[in-house]
T-cell receptor, first 114, second 113 residues
Framework: SAVISQKPSRDICQRGTSLTIQCQVDSQVTMMFWYRQQPGQSLTLIATANQGSEATYESGFVIDKFPISRPNLTFSTLTVSNMSPEDSSIYLC???????????FGDGTRLSIL | AQSVTQLGSHVSVSEGALVLLRCNYSSSVPPYLFWYVQYPNQGLQLLLKYTSAATLVKGINGFEAEFKKSETSFHLTKPSAHMSDAAEYFCAVSHSGNTPLVFGKGTRLSVIA
């Protein structure tokens, strides 16, 4: 399966600032996704990152708050903008290498907002 | 829309005992079903998947799951629990091979020595 590297692995940020999380895959993948896992909760899909076009956001998530880029088939970024304590979560990148195959996950970025 | 329900947010078993984690799905079409495990401070690791082949699916670390259409269930089992099995387990469903996974709320498994 693909090796997924997320950076940073964790960070502590001040409210009102923004942080960009990077997801790098060691091979080309068909699909990339971003999930949020709030403390003690399950995973919630933020958006599907589309190569060369705007991401597809799920209900409750907007581009102004969570801008996403995917310039090629191996890389994506998620920015958490104007952060507040409620944004403290684990953010996970997930990929599907080819259609009809399982999704694989990075180790996540643990974000705390003070 | 498809969804999964995991019964029991926390399951505790003795070492060597049977592990049974429950998952029921809701889908209008035959789903793709998955079990993932998350160890503390780590991402998710795929345990096993059901994609309309054999109804009994064997995964890693001695886990298996059986797809029962009549019960809309995909319960995860392991005959004998190890201390190392203590983790959070997530059931997930996908409508097709190109739609993102939807996760259940998760079940935390504790193994008592």
């Amino acid at each position: 399966s693909a090796v997924i590297s997320q950076k940073p692995s964790r960070d502590i940020c001040q409210r009102g600032t923004s942080l960009t999380i990077q997801c790098q895959v060691d091979s080309q993948v068909t699909m990339m996704f971003w999930y949020r896992q709030q403390p003690g909760q399950s995973l919630t899909l933020i958006a599907t990152a589309n190569q060369g076009s705007e991401a597809t956001y799920e209900s409750g998530f907007v581009i102004d708050k969570f801008p996403i880029s995917r310039p090629n088939l191996t890389f994506s970024t998620l920015t958490v903008s104007n952060m507040s304590p409620e944004d403290s979560s684990i953010y996970l990148c997930s990929v599907r290498t080819v259609l009809n195959q399982p999704q694989h996950f990075g180790d996540g970025t643990r974000l705390s907002i003070l | 829309a498809q969804s999964v329900t995991q019964l029991g947010s926390h399951v505790s078993v003795s070492e060597g005992a049977l592990v049974l984690l429950r998952c029921n799905y809701s889908s209008s079409v035959p789903p793709y079903l998955f079990w993932y495990v998350q160890y503390p401070n780590q991402g998710l690791q795929l345990l096993l998947k059901y994609t309309s082949a054999a109804t009994l699916v064997k995964g890693i670390n001695g886990f298996e799951a059986e797809f029962k259409k009549s019960e809309t269930s995909f319960h995860l089992t392991k005959p004998s629990a190890h201390m190392s099995d203590a983790a959070e387990y997530f059931c997930a469903v996908s409508h097709s091979g190109n739609t993102p996974l939807v996760f259940g709320k998760g079940t935390r498994l504790s193994v008592i020595a």
